[in-house]
């Protein structure tokens, strides 16, 4: 069993694994030619993932119903109307339809431009409580967004002329030479974390 | 036990005084828009000129890479290089690599942008959404008619425009809007083909990819609603992202005070405490 669920689990990763690197650095044809019939199925794979997600979300939700699971079963009853209701139009009309257009962008986009338009409501009631200057740090951290957040709107440079001067030197010093350093670390992290799993030495395998 | 005092009470106050504040003051200049001068960033510069300079008949493909909750945000700003890209003589290809993408350059294609006498299919395609999110992007940039239809369940084989553009060795300018999907094109596209990128995203992501405008993998970068509103006054077409600066501004402002008063709070409370 541990043949099956690990060693060629492993095996495959390893091996589709070295084939798209060799692709990459080595363009030879043959290597291209399975490179390419590989990626298109891991596109086919992914589409087909879509497809299955929709049966977990409905089983998931569907069990909070059968559950009559409180407070819950009621909103994943309509989460389990409305998805079917756009599959429906969907299928039957197709995306580009108007009616499937109207439902996407009077719905659909007001409900989740609205949603992550709240952010703006807690970011203001957090900086309010939250970002205050206790020590050194804190009032460096302050002062910088402060300014940052000026430079961004227009009002900024009417109140003092110089902050997009102090702001851009900030973002463009300050803040690149801190992002390098994180971005190269993160990079190097994803190389070891990548031979890991192509070797089999990372977690996930049963 | 003692009543707390003023400072306290004002260091807790209810965060729907706060919401409500804020909800006022930015509802106020989206009802009247009011426009402010606005400086031009270097990275909206530069996006405009490489897209001016670009010679006629050049392949650039634009990327919608966000939720369409998202669209506020990144909008103005796509919507802006759409158009510019648009009014010159050049070759557009419209994808995505998340599923919403498609549906909102669908909408912006057909509702928000002046297309001029462009011919769909010879000037410009929409290939829709592509699954498989960075697999997705490198099998693409491999080969453009991987998805076998456009859009509107056209052959792509038949459209002239991809008879001529075949992969990512054909473009001249790789525009994504949104954020993760810049990582995607950067890593598949950037540095696999050398394709000259942009970028339409988020105010929070923005410090994040600045490290590529200086190193010169980004040809440009729009920040937010900000970056769109120059690319509006760039195109001297003021829009959606111009509407929004001043409700950005003032929104900006509000929270300034409330950090400002809520620091001054904080240290008389604790003055008084000691």
């Known amino acids: 069993m541990s043949f099956v669920k690990r060693q060629i689990p492993i095996f495959l990763t390893g091996l589709v694994g070295a084939i798209m690197l060799a692709e990459y650095y080595f363009p030879l044809v043959p290597v291209q030619i399975v490179a390419t019939e590989i990626q298109r199925w891991a596109v086919i794979l992914s589409a087909f993932a879509i497809f299955t997600s929709t049966f977990q979300l409905l089983r998931f939700h569907g069990k909070k119903i059968v559950e009559r699971a409180a407070g819950q079963w009621y909103i994943s009853g309509w989460m389990i109307a409305i998805m079917l209701f756009m599959v429906a139009i969907g299928v039957a009309y197709s995306v580009r339809h108007p009616i499937y257009m109207w439902l996407f962008n009077n719905v659909y986009y007001t409900l989740s431009a609205s949603t992550n338009s709240l952010m703006g409501f807690f970011v203001a009631s957090a900086a309010y409580r939250a970002f205050k200057a206790r020590n050194i740090e804190g009032s460096v951290l302050l002062i910088s967004a402060l300014i940052v957040a000026f430079t961004n709107v227009p009002i900024g440079m009417l109140l003092w002329s110089d902050f997009p001067t102090v702001g851009n030197w900030i973002r463009n010093v300050v803040n690149t030479a801190a992002f390098r350093g994180i971005l190269i670390g993160a990079a190097i992290g994803t190389v070891v974390l990548g031979i890991k799993r192509l070797i089999g030495r990372s977690g996930g395998y049963a | ?274």
Not at chain 2, 168 to 174: N, T
Not at chain 2, 235 to 257: D, E, H, S, W
Not at chain 2, 266 to 272: D, I, L, N, Q, T
Request: aromatic residues 12%; proline residues 5%; glycine residues 10%.
């Open chain 2, 1 to 274: 036990m003692a009543k707390p005092d003023i400072w306290t009470r004002l260091q807790n106050v209810d965060a729907r005084a706060i919401y409500a504040i804020i909800g006022l003051v930015i509802a106020s200049f989206v009802l009247q828009p009011v426009v402010l001068p606005l400086p031009v960033s270097p990275g909206t510069r530069m996006l405009y000129d490489f897209i001016n300079k670009l010679p006629p008949d050049s392949v650039v493909v634009m990327s919608e890479e966000h939720t369409v909750g998202f669209w506020p945000e990144c909008g103005p700003g796509a919507v802006a290089v759409w158009q510019h890209a648009f009014q010159r003589p050049l070759k557009l290809i419209f994808v995505a690599f998340v599923q919403d993408g498609a549906l909102m350059e669908h909408t912006a294609l057909t509702t928000l942008i002046d297309k001029g006498n462009k011919k769909y299919g010879d000037d410009y395609v929409q290939i829709g959404f592509v699954a498989g999110e960075e697999t997705g992007v490198a099998a693409f940039a491999k080969d453009f008619t991987m998805s076998k239809s456009d859009y509107y369940g056209t052959p792509l084989e038949t459209l002239p425009l991809l008879k001529k553009a075949r992969s990512a060795k054909d473009v001249a300018l790789w525009v994504v809007t949104g954020s993760i999907g810049n990582y995607w094109v950067l890593r598949q596209v950037n540095a696999a083909y050398g394709v000259p990128q942009a970028t339409v995203t988020m105010a929070a992501q923005e410090a994040i990819y600045l490290p590529y405008l200086s190193s010169g993998q980004f040809v440009g970068m729009l920040n937010s609603v900000r970056g769109g509103a120059e690319y509006e006054n760039l195109l001297k077409r003021p829009g959606f992202g111009n509407q929004m600066m001043g409700a950005l501004t003032v929104g900006t402002g509000a929270i300034f005070c409330l950090v400002i008063f809520g620091n001054i709070v904080y240290w008389m409370g604790r003055r008084r405490r000691k």
